[in-house]
C-alpha cells in the first residue's frame, strides 16, 4: 500500500475519531495505536509506552505543569478583579475607557497567568456586568473579553508557544520575546476598537437622550480622586512585580524556563497568601486540583500527539506530504497563505494544542524550505489560533464567556467576537509586512 492511500486512511481515520466525540487524547492514541498494528512490526507496539514516556521527558515540558500552577493560584485570587478595577479607575476619562481598561486588563492578567480561559474568567466576571451596566451591548462587553482573553496564548509564559518551540525545535526564550511585540499589537488594535465602537454606542445613547430626555448610564461620567486613585494600586503592584522578576530572571539568564516557571509558581502562591489571606488547606485545594486537572489532559494529549506524529513520520505521511506541497512549486506567501488557512479551518474542530503537534512534522519543512524564520512563523501561527478561540464551532473562549453570563446568548457573543477576529486577519498582515515587530525583541535580546 502507498504511502497516500496510507496515508489517506490515517487522516479519514482521525476525522472519523475526532467527530465520534472521543476525548481528543484518545482519538489520537487510539488512531496511531490501530495504525501500528496494522502497518508496522508486532514489535513496534510493545514501545508505546517508552515512546510515549520518553517524548513527555523533556525539561521543555516540566514548563507546563509548573506553569498551570503559576496561573491557577493567580485566577483563583481577586488579582483579575483588582486589576481591572485599578485600570478602570486611572482610565476613566480616556473615550471608551471601561473597555480600553477591559483590554489592557486582558493582557496584563493574561501576561500573569499564560491561560485564555483563566483571563477571561476572571477579567470578565467583573468587566463584563460594570460595561453591561454603564451601557455597552452585551454583545459588544462579551466580545471584548473574550477577544482578550486570547491575548494568553500569545503572551509569555505561553504553553501554546512551549509546545510549539518542542515540536519546531526552536528556542523557548526567543518565541516568548517574539510574542511579546505582536502581543502589544493587539492589544493596541482592540483598544482602539473599543474606543471607536464606544462612539457608537455613545451617540446613539445621545440621540435617545434628545429624543425621550431618558439620559443613559453610557453618558455619565465616573470621577476618581488622586487618592481612590493611588489606593486601587497596593493589591496590583505585587503580581505586576512578579510578572517583571519572572521575565528578568528568564530572558536576564538568571534561570532556566523549567527554574523560572517554579519561583512563578512558588512566588504565586506566596502572593495571594500575603495580599488576599489564602493559605489554608480549604483556599490551596482548588488550585491544586485545578492544576492536576489541566496539566494531566494537557500531558495526555501531548503524549499522544506526539506518538500520533511519530506514526505518521514511521509510514512516511508526513515526509510525502511535506514533499508534495513543496513540488507545488507555490511562491512563497502563496504557501504562508495555504498553510494558514488549513490552520484557520482546523481551529474550527481542534485546540491549538492538537493542531501544533499534529501539524508541525507537515507544515514545517516547506516553510523552513521557502525561507520563513520559524519564531516569526510561531508567533503568526499563535495569532491565527488565537481565531479559533473565539469562532464557533470549538470557540473555547466563547463557552467561558457563556458560562459566566448566561444570560448572553451564543448567538450574541459569537457576533460580538466577530470584528475582533477581523482585527486579528488584519494584525497577520501586518506581522507579514513589518516582520520586525515580533523579531526586533529576540534579535536584540540574542543576537
Partial sequence: MTPLVIGLLYGGATLVALFSGIPIAFALGGVATLFMML???????????????????????????????????????????DLYDALHTWL??????????VVIACGLFAAMAGSS???????????????????????????????????GILLPPSIVLILYAVAAEQSLGRLFLAGMGPG????????????????????????????????GEI??????????????????????????GV???????????????????????????????????????????GTLGESGMLLMIIGMSLLYSYVMSYLHISQGAAAWIVSLHLSKWLLLTAILLLVVVLGFFLPPVSIILMTAPIILPPLRAAGFDLIWFG?????????????????LNIFVINRIAPDIGLGAI??????????????????????????????????
Fill in 247 to 289: 521575565m528578568v530572571a528568564l530572558y536576564g539568564g538568571i534561570a532556566t524556563p523549567s527554574e523560572t516557571a517554579g519561583l512563578g509558581a512558588v512566588l504565586a502562591l506566596v502572593l495571594i497568601a500575603v495580599v488576599y489571606g489564602a493559605w489554608r488547606f480549604a483556599d490551596l485545594k482548588p488550585i491544586f486540583l
Fill in 184 to 215: 502589544l499589537l493587539l492589544v493596541v488594535l482592540f483598544a482602539g476598537y473599543a474606543m471607536v465602537h464606544w462612539r457608537t454606542e455613545h451617540r446613539r445613547a445621545a440621540a435617545v437622550a434628545a429624543a425621550t430626555g431618558v439620559r
Fill in 379 to 395: 508567533v503568526v501561527m499563535s495569532v491565527v489560533m488565537e481565531m479559533g478561540l473565539i469562532h464557533p464551532p470549538v470557540g
Fill in 39 to 81: 502497518f508496522m512490526p508486532a514489535a513496534s507496539v510493545e514501545t508505546i509506552a517508552q515512546n510515549v514516556y520518553e517524548e513527555l521527558a523533556s525539561i521543555t515540558l516540566l514548563t507546563i505543569p509548573l506553569f498551570i500552577l503559576k496561573g491557577a493560584a493567580i485566577g483563583k485570587s481577586r488579582a483579575g478583579k
Fill in 92 to 101: 476613566h476619562r480616556v473615550p471608551g475607557g471601561l473597555g480600553v481598561a
Fill in 117 to 151: 480561559p483563566a483571563t477571561c474568567s476572571a477579567i470578565g466576571s467583573s468587566g463584563i456586568p460594570e460595561m453591561r451596566r454603564r451601557g455597552y451591548s452585551p454583545g459588544f462587553a462579551a466580545g471584548l473579553v473574550a477577544a482578550g482573553g486570547t491575548l
Fill in 414 to 447: 459569537i457576533r460580538g467576537t466577530m470584528p475582533f477576529v477581523l482585527l486579528m486577519a488584519v494584525a497577520v498582515v501586518i506581522l507579514s509586512v513589518l516582520p520586525g515587530i515580533a523579531m526586533w525583541l529576540p534579535n536584540r535580546v540574542y543576537g
Fill in 219 to 244: 453618558l455619565a461620567e465616573d470621577r476618581f480622586t488622586m487618592r481612590e486613585r493611588f489606593s486601587a494600586l497596593p493589591r496590583v503592584l505585587p503580581f505586576l512585580v512578579l510578572l517583571t
